[in-house]
């Protein structure tokens, strides 16, 4: 059932690539502009965190702040914004690389969370020393003095013949599994996770997966299951861009026939 899930995706992936190649860049750059938004938004709730797209697109137009509570709350959106232009690039990086193993490093991914929490960065990024009582999460996750070897093994298991031989769904959705199971960082792990995650699907030719914030019980329960819930749920979240996307450029067209 689930390779015929993504069979499903992959099809209407296709169409999509078609009629985005015959749409104006301009109206396409525009419509990602709103993606992002909306993707800083769902990542943030999934966290527990509310925002407006008013503070987003403030917080990312580098508008003038009149209420200094907002400082640290921008920052933050900017970093996000920065870490996601960070996936994008790296993306096509990799994408023209030859070479398929040791794409995906421990240094890339301290790198990731070093762009989405600068403060961290100052203190040489160390990983988390204990095992945090107040998080957003409650599934297991590793004891700290493991996580050294945990993301060694991580990247690893990424270069291995059997993991390579994954759909790309999977494979991502594998990934952002395990480093999850780890949890790195008090704070950031999640937001980590899921880029990181973006950062494979993009490279391999997929858009990004933005889980909705109405998904965040699902999404929880997802990270406490063995099963393959994750990347049933990443496929979903995919499938649901790909639609959105193609209703808005064929609602796009059938105004400008009314036009005409």
């Given at each position: 059932m689930e390779e015929s899930r993504y069979f499903e995706l992959d099809a209407r992936l296709e169409s999509l690539r078609i009629r985005k190649a015959a749409e104006d860049p301009r109206v396409l750059a525009a419509y990602g502009d709103k993606v992002d938004i909306g993707w800083i938004y769902h990542d943030n709730a999934l966290e527990g965190v509310v925002l407006t797209s008013g503070e987003i697109r403030d917080a990312l137009d580098r508008k003038m702040i009149s209420d200094v509570s907002l400082v640290s709350l921008y920052e933050e959106i900017r970093s996000h914004k920065s870490a996601m232009d960070f996936v994008r690039e790296q993306a096509k990086e990799q994408a023209a690389q030859k070479k398929k193993t040791g794409l995906v490093t421990v240094e890339l991914i301290k790198q990731l969370h070093e762009i989405l929490t600068p403060e961290d960065k100052a203190k040489g990024n160390p990983y988390r020393k204990d095992n945090p009582l107040h998080r957003s999460y409650f599934h297991e996750i590793a004891p700290a003095d493991k996580i050294p070897m945990r993301m060694r093994k991580l990247c690893e298991w990424l270069d291995e013949e059997e993991t390579e031989s994954l759909h790309p769904i999977s494979r991502a959705a594998g990934l952002h599994f395990r480093l999850m199971?780890?949890?790195?960082?008090?704070?950031?792990s999640g937001k980590v996770a899921?880029?990181?995650?973006?950062?494979?699907?993009?490279?391999?030719?997929?858009?990004?997966?933005?889980?909705?914030?109405m998904e965040r019980q699902r999404?929880?329960?997802?990270?406490?299951?063995?099963?393959?819930?994750?990347?049933?749920?990443?496929n979903d979240a995919l499938l649901n861009y790909v639609n959105t996307t193609l209703r808005?450029?064929?609602e796009l067209a059938e105004l400008r026939r009314a036009a005409s």
């Open positions: 199971a780890i949890y790195p960082w008090t704070k950031n899921r880029l990181l995650m973006n950062l494979l699907l993009l490279r391999d030719g997929y858009p990004p997966s933005v889980i909705h914030s999404y929880y329960d997802s990270l406490r299951a063995e099963n393959g819930q994750l990347s049933q749920l990443v808005f450029l064929e």
